[in-house]
């Protein structure tokens, strides 16, 4: 299987971007993982909200095979503790899936068409997180899950 992280706009911090690469690299002792920045549309001054999320939307269904278990970060998803989210991870992988993909919005979240595509939604936090720090965050999350699914020092139980 596949886990396959998907954003838009690039990361602007290098530090963070260091940070992100640790995780990326780590995972791929367990699993192959891919990392798509879709990039920041441009002329965005004439679009509202609803064209920006319309056409970010188009972008990241572009990506997306009918195979695909898409699931969005959203603060509106299903919160998980890091042992229930690698017990997630672990169902979807008992599944058979050949892609796992999980999408972070843009600035304004998700178009309607990405929220009617989606198989899942999960929530990081209650709390509220630029995008840029949500990559870092989920990235580690992930790597966290397969170090409890393999019994691995790293997450103090």
């Given at each position: 299987?596949?886990?396959?992280l998907?954003?838009?706009?690039?990361?602007?911090k290098?530090?963070?971007?260091?940070?992100?690469?640790?995780?990326?690299?780590?995972?791929?002792?367990y699993?192959?993982?891919?990392?798509?920045?879709?990039?920041?549309?441009?002329?965005?001054?004439?679009?509202?909200?609803?064209?920006?999320?319309?056409?970010?939307?188009?972008?990241?269904?572009?990506?997306?095979?009918?195979?695909?278990?898409?699931?969005?970060?959203?603060?509106?998803?299903?919160?998980?503790?890091?042992?229930?989210?690698?017990?997630?991870?672990?169902?979807?992988?008992?599944?058979?899936?050949?892609?796992?993909?999980?999408v972070?919005g843009?600035?304004?979240?998700?178009?309607?068409?990405?929220?009617?595509?989606?198989?899942?939604?999960?929530?990081?936090?209650k709390?509220?997180?630029?995008?840029?720090?949500?990559?870092?965050?989920?990235?580690?999350?992930?790597?966290?899950?397969?170090?409890?699914?393999?019994?691995?020092?790293?997450?103090?139980?």
């Open positions: 299987m596949t886990i396959k998907v954003c838009i706009g690039k990361t602007d290098k530090e963070l971007e260091a940070l992100i690469k640790i995780y990326s690299d780590r995972l791929q002792h699993i192959k993982f891919e990392f798509e920045i879709i990039p920041d549309l441009k002329k965005t001054k004439n679009l509202d909200e609803n064209q920006q999320k319309s056409k970010e939307g188009e972008l990241i269904l572009s990506g997306v095979q009918n195979s695909d278990f898409v699931v969005l970060l959203d603060e509106n998803g299903k919160q998980f503790s890091s042992e229930s989210f690698s017990e997630y991870i672990q169902k979807r992988m008992n599944t058979g899936l050949k892609r796992l993909i999980f972070i843009g600035p304004y979240g998700f178009s309607e068409e990405v929220y009617k595509r989606a198989d899942s939604k999960i929530s990081l936090s709390m509220t997180f630029s995008h840029q720090m949500v990559r870092l965050f989920f990235t580690e999350q992930l790597y966290r899950a397969f170090t409890i699914l393999k019994n691995e020092p790293y997450h103090h139980r």
